[in-house]
């Protein structure tokens, strides 16, 4: 059975990362990816760009990845974006096919204090891309999720934990802020996001247009 593969983010904002790690889940579970911005993300400060932005900055990431899809499901809710609620909506959609959560292994190393996280086993898989630094799973959690293949987490609906051995998750998006709004350029971003946050002079990007010479003054 074709999985349900479910990203969620601020995405604030989505970076090469970001697209790396989608693409290669979906590689490895013959699946497309859904990426879904939060709307109030309930555990960390709000984003600095609109959910209209992050969407948009979002679509044109994955415009040439036909297995990724930008899902503004999560932004059309009100409310915190808790996982959870999340996971309930799209396990409804998914019927008896695997639904898989993709997080990062900081993410797993901090399930243990998510909303209601003891309901996720029964409602999804994992599938854990390495982060440096990440720390280590509470022994509930990876008890909750045992360790499984990408071929046993096509058979099963939920509950099993698919550990990737790259790509790293090793961008920062609060250093890619800091970046933008230094120089208005950051190596971690595609051509097109980045065309699109200069335009719409997000993260304080600076502004390095010069103003109209006068006749006279040159």
């Known amino acids: 059975m074709t999985p349900l593969v479910l990203f969620g983010g601020t995405f604030d904002p989505v970076h090469r990362a970001h697209i790396n ?3 290669a889940v979906a590689r490895a579970l013959h699946a497309p990816v859904h990426l879904l911005p939060n709307a109030v993300p309930p555990h960390r400060p709000q984003p600095g760009a609109n959910g209209t932005h992050r969407l948009a ?5 994955v415009a040439r990845y036909p297995e990724l899809i930008a899902d503004d499901w999560e932004l059309r809710q009100s409310g ?3 996982s959870l609620h999340t996971l309930e909506h799209f396990r409804t959609l998914a019927g008896p096919r695997p639904l898989v959560l993709l997080i990062g292994a900081d993410s797993l190393a901090g399930l243990h204090t998510w909303h209601r996280w003891q309901d996720y086993p029964t409602l999804c898989h994992l599938a854990v891309l390495p982060r440096p630094e990440a720390g280590e799973a509470d022994p509930a959690v990876l008890q909750a999720f045992p360790q499984g293949d990408a071929a046993t987490l096509c058979q099963l609906p939920a ?4 550990m990737l051995k ?6 920062s998006a609060s ?8 120089n208005g350029h950051c190596p971690a971003l595609s051509s097109d996001v ?17 103003p109209p010479t006068r006749p006279g003054t040159a």
Request: aromatic share 8%; hydrophobic share 40%.
């Open 21 to 23: 790690g989608a693409r």
């Open 80 to 82: 915190p974006s808790y």
């Open 57 to 61: 900055m979002l679509e044109a990431a």
């Open 159 to 162: 509950g099993r934990r698919l």
């Open 194 to 210: 980045e065309a699109y946050i200069q335009r719409h002079h997000l993260y304080n990007v600076p502004n390095t247009s010069k």
């Open 166 to 171: 790259r790509p790293f998750l090793n961008v």
């Open 175 to 182: 250093a890619v802020r800091d970046a933008l709004a230094r």
